[in-house]
């Protein structure tokens, strides 16, 4: 039996918070003693019926009661480090030289001065993004938005486990890299174990709504939250239709003993279900990672289930330094936040769609988004201009644009009226290019070309 002494002397010594310790040891626990467990296809039925977004009663129109009653927690502890970042994702300019978070805090405050309604906004930083991102917010001290107090919910860090002896890794060339993030479902310990949890219920506040801070789609919807407040529902999950690019990813699904939401990963399918794991006909929806959380619930399962939700461990095989693949192996074990619908009885979906699940995950998203075919609206939304009839452009690049640095330069196009752009190899847009229909640009010579003003439109330019 592995002993769980050494991590719980390391936490306590770093100051991590009981809650997430408990949390950290029922998963070691599953490492050591169970290991991962699946759902097999035969244990599980497809969701079929999911209420749909456009058929929620309502008239658009906030309740400033339930407004009082709501927090808004954007997930902020990812670096973006696959597009070369190297502080906040949320800090990069999106569009109109406005970042992420400038267009989350002008979304909260449009909220705020049209309602009379103070509701309640957070941020669960990580130990990567706290500091960049409460210097950024500095210039928003006006708005009460400003100090650690007032906005940020700290995600926990937790250790690396050695691989071999299955104890904490130690490394002294570097002791920050024997730590990692424990994945979004830290959301739970963190924000019990911070005392936010039972400050927000003192303030009266019940609803808290929850989305990653690089989803622009994810704005609070007067519509949901009417609708979860008067369901009585703990627990709500945005999921939107899976197609085949979707095929891969989680799925929701019900389980049959005794009709509970769940939500599946490909880690949890047996190699002899793949095939109606990606049946996205079948299994029709994903989790959007938008949730809507009753937190008086939440106190209550937290109390009832010792202080730990009992979430799938997620085990990941990395080396203890990510940039040296010679350094010893270690897991990072990680949750999911949206596998909590699986621990409260009664939890629900509804049927979003796709506008509402919109993260800039590359180069190819953003360089979209900062065209014209997106447009800031009056309430602080980035969202596709009305001509575009809901759909968004379609964007390829080729890897020399993998990169944020990348695009600096390259020009910005009009896509009004494109519905798929492609660029292969090294160009630069002159002023006045026009996409119309489907367009690419090749060019497999060595030297930068310039693509000369002009519309495109329903052809394929080999440069």
């Not at 040891?25 to 999911?50: C, F, K, M, Q």
């Not at 990567?128 to 926990?156: I, P």
């Amino acid at each position: 039996m592995s002993d769980f002494t050494p991590f719980r002397d390391k936490m306590e010594q770093a100051g991590v918070s009981e809650p997430a310790i408990l949390s950290f040891e029922r998963n070691y626990s599953i490492l050591t003693h169970r290991g991962a467990t699946s759902i097999p296809e035969d244990t599980i039925d497809p969701v079929t019926g999911l209420p749909e977004l456009g058929s929620l009663s309502g008239d658009g129109d906030f309740d400033p009661e339930l407004l009082a009653q709501t927090v808004v927690i954007k997930l902020n502890g990812g670096l973006g480090t696959s597009m070369g970042l190297q502080k906040a994702k949320s800090l990069l300019k999106v569009k109109d030289d406005q970042t992420f978070l400038d267009i989350i805090v002008n979304q909260i405050t449009h909220l705020r001065e049209t309602t009379g309604a103070a509701v309640k906004f957070l941020l669960m930083n990580s130990f990567s993004t706290s500091e960049d991102t409460l210097a950024h917010l500095e210039q928003y001290e006006d708005r009460g938005l400003a100090k650690a107090e007032e906005v940020e919910l700290r995600q926990n860090q937790i250790p690396k486990v050695d691989c071999e002896s299955l104890q904490p890794i130690e490394w002294p060339a570097n002791p920050d890299l024997e730590w990692c993030p424990p994945g979004h479902g830290d959301l739970y310990p963190a924000i019990a174990g911070s005392g936010w949890l039972d400050q927000l219920l003192e303030q009266g506040v019940k609803y808290a709504f929850v989305s990653n801070s690089d989803n622009l789609g994810a704005v609070l919807d007067a519509g949901i939250l009417k609708y979860f407040a008067d369901s009585e529902k703990p627990f709500l999950m945005e999921a939107t239709r899976r197609t085949e690019a979707d095929k891969k990813g989680g799925h929701l699904a019900v389980r049959k003993i005794d009709d509970q939401l769940l939500l599946r990963e490909v880690a949890q399918c047996e190699e002899k279900d793949l095939e109606e794991f990606q049946n996205v006909d079948k299994h029709k929806y994903f989790n959007t990672n938008s949730l809507w959380i009753r937190l008086d619930y939440l106190k209550q399962e937290l109390e009832d289930k010792g202080g730990v939700l009992p979430l799938p461990m997620i085990k990941n095989v990395k080396t203890v330094d990510p940039r040296d693949k010679e350094t010893p192996k270690v897991y990072q074990l990680e949750t999911a936040m949206g596998a909590a619908i699986e621990c409260f009885k009664g939890a629900g979906a509804i049927c979003v769609p796709r506008s509402r699940f919109a993260p800039v995950k590359t180069t190819a998203d953003l360089f979209s988004l900062r065209s014209d075919a997106y447009e800031t609206t009056e309430d602080g939304r980035i969202a596709l201009v009305p001509e575009r009839n809901g759909k968004p452009p379609v964007v390829n690049l080729s890897d020399e644009y993998k990169l944020v640095d990348s695009l600096e330069g390259l020009g910005q196009p009009s896509l009004l009226e494109a519905s798929k752009l492609s660029i292969q190899g090294s160009v630069r847009f002159s002023e006045g290019v026009v996409i119309k229909g489907e367009v690419s640009f090749a060019n497999d010579k060595d030297e930068t070309l310039w693509i000369a003003s002009g519309v495109y439109e329903n052809e394929d330019v080999v440069l």
